[in-house]
């Protein structure tokens, strides 16, 4: 069974950083695109920021040179390095990953979120 785990959310005061990990289990890590969403109460679930399988990176506008994301397949397990933070990134913060296949059905597993909160 595929598991995703997020963990290092918290408060930070704004122009704070944190960084955010997501370790994957229960399948081939490698093999699967990875994404961090986050999402507000009332709000749609919006895309932060993807890592592909041949670590091929992109970035909704908004957090464009302030986050990072990463992976390392060793450790089974995705970063987003969030730097200069603002208030309005505070949400709860989600892990994806998925495996698309050629004749078969998509794989797409969720972590069950982590809240970051930027205030002063």
């Known amino acids: 069974q595929v598991q995703l785990v997020e963990s290092g959310g918290g408060l930070v005061q704004p122009g704070g950083s944190l960084r955010l990990s997501c370790t994957f289990s229960?399948?081939?890590?490698?093999?699967?695109?990875m994404s961090w969403y986050r999402q507000n109460t009332g709000k749609q679930r919006e895309l932060v920021a993807t890592?592909?399988?041949?670590?091929?990176?992109t970035y909704v506008d908004s957090v464009k040179g302030r986050f990072t994301i990463s992976r390392d397949n060793a450790k089974n397990t995705v970063y987003l390095q969030m730097n200069s933070l603002k208030p309005e990134d505070t949400a709860v913060y989600y892990c994806?990953?998925?495996?698309?296949?050629?004749?078969?059905?998509?794989?797409?597993?969720w972590g069950q979120g982590t809240q970051v909160i930027v205030s002063s």
């Open positions: 229960g399948s081939t890590f490698r093999i699967y695109k």
């Open positions: 994806k990953g998925e495996l698309h296949s050629i004749g078969g059905p998509a794989r797409i597993y």
């Open positions: 890592v592909t399988t041949s670590l091929s990176t």
